[in-house]
């Protein structure tokens, strides 16, 4: 079956530590993306990928990396620039961001300061 | 600058009546589409409905409808006969179409409770 596989499920950051957050589709689909989702809150964009070797920041990028190699991957670096990371992760893809066609979650990322 | 805001934090329905979930948006594009997702307790997200600012009906998908009223800015998903299973926190969601890439912005959301 065709989707996104974000790893690990539950993550924990020491103080100064840098985390890397896995994302991966098998979609096929050019476009990737992440978001920070605060509880009681709506989703907000971190960074997006159109394609390979290309990405943007989105509205709340400081303090965060990506980096886009391969097509199927869009990992996520949570870096100690970062100082309150404590959220829920959510990665998506889509055809692009030039059609109507939806963005496809993964299941997320809890991510928590130890 | 693009916004959508979903006034209701929660809403309670009983098992098998219909529950409307309010979206107001805000844009000066043209051209832009509204999506619907629904966020269950386990965190991943669905994407429900969508609707385009030219379609001319009210876009349907099974027990999912979109009362659309572009004059008042308003996207309003209905679930009719609503089940268990529909508790979750749905999300109203925009972009802009038609030349450039653009990306989806998303209200706070809105907790549905369901009740039998």
């Known amino acids: 079956d065709g989707g996104i596989t974000q790893s690990p499920k539950y993550l924990f950051r020491k103080e100064g530590q840098n985390v890397t957050l896995s994302c991966e589709q098998n979609l096929n689909h050019d476009a990737m993306y992440w978001y920070r989702q605060d509880p009681g809150q709506g989703l907000r964009l971190i960074y997006y990928s159109q394609i390979v070797n290309d990405f943007q920041k989105g509205d709340i990028a400081e303090g965060y990396s990506v980096s886009r190699e391969k097509k199927e991957s869009f990992p996520l670096t949570v870096t100690s620039a970062q100082k309150n990371p404590t959220a829920f992760y959510l990665c998506a893809s889509s055809l692009g961001g030039y059609s109507n066609q939806p963005q496809h979650f993964g299941d997320g990322t809890r991510l928590s300061i130890l | 600058a693009q916004k959508i805001t979903q006034t209701q934090p929660g809403m309670f329905v009983q098992e098998k009546e219909a529950v409307t979930l309010d979206c107001t948006y805000d844009?000066?594009?043209?051209?832009?589409?509204l999506f619907w997702y629904k966020q269950p307790s386990s965190g991943e997200m669905i994407f429900l409905i969508y609707?385009?600012?030219?379609?001319?009906q009210n876009a349907t998908e099974g027990r999912y409808s979109l009362n659309f009223q572009k004059a008042r800015k308003s996207a309003n998903l209905v679930i009719s006969a609503s089940q268990l299973g529909d508790s979750a926190m749905y999300f109203c969601a925009m972009k802009r179409m038609g030349s450039g890439y653009s990306t989806l912005t998303f209200g706070k959301g809105t907790m549905l409770l369901v009740s039998p």
């Open positions: 844009t000066s594009d043209p051209s832009y589409g």
């Open positions: 609707q385009g600012s030219y379609d001319q």
